[in-house]
């Protein structure tokens, strides 16, 4: 398979329903995971990084019930 037969796909995927297009992003994501090289972090990202952790610092937390909702309804999107 050439990369234009995944251009080709991908073209044609964006006229199928929504739950597949989900599909298809849930799979090549975890796909992606298995070859992804080295991530380099953008200056905004950084400073977003920086932010998170002085909110962590501030005790300004999610509970760990609001963390297992969110996690629950992203595992059944991606189902």
Do not use: H, N
């Amino acid at each position: 398979m050439t990369k234009d037969d995944i251009a080709l796909v991908l073209e044609r995927a964006g006229a199928w329903p929504e739950e597949a297009r989900l599909r298809l992003i849930c799979a090549a994501l975890e796909i992606e995971k298995e070859y992804a090289e080295v991530y380099r972090l953008s200056g905004a990202e950084r400073a977003d990084l920086r932010e998170a952790a002085a909110e962590f610092d501030r005790g300004e937390v999610a509970s760990d019930e609001e963390v297992r909702g969110t996690f629950e309804q992203l595992r059944a999107e991606c189902e």
